[in-house]
């Protein structure tokens, strides 16, 4: 081949979901639709078909999925070596849904006027 394509060496491109293991399913389907690459699970990360994506796109495309899980304000994404890296902001705890009481009703909202 010529310029320099001739042993293009092959790295392992991983995204680590940090806290958000819930979403590994939904960011691996996101991943195959988007890229049209093999993604699969190794622990709590996921190894990306690294021949046809780059570390950019791979990058991206995680930002991508951030913004349209509606995660932003929580969490924003980095790159570490070859790994795609989803991290929390400091300071952000892990909010819990509570049910909503109803609102308290005036007098004459109760008494019927």
Excluded: C
Excluded at 70 to 90: C, Y
């Amino acid at each position: 081949m010529f310029f320099g394509h001739k042993n293009k060496p092959q790295m392992e491109l991983q995204v680590d979901l940090g806290d958000l293991q819930n979403e590994k399913e939904n960011l691996t389907v996101f991943l195959q639709l988007h890229l049209k690459v093999s993604v699969s699970q190794v622990e709590d990360k996921l190894r990306v078909d690294s021949e046809n994506v780059s570390l950019q796109e791979l990058q991206h495309v995680v930002t991508k999925f951030v913004y349209h899980r509606d995660l932003n304000g929580t969490h924003w994404v980095s790159v570490e070596g070859a790994t795609v890296k989803i991290n929390r902001f400091k300071g952000i705890e892990k909010k819990e849904k509570h049910d909503k009481e109803p609102p308290h009703q005036t007098a004459a909202q109760s008494w019927g006027l």
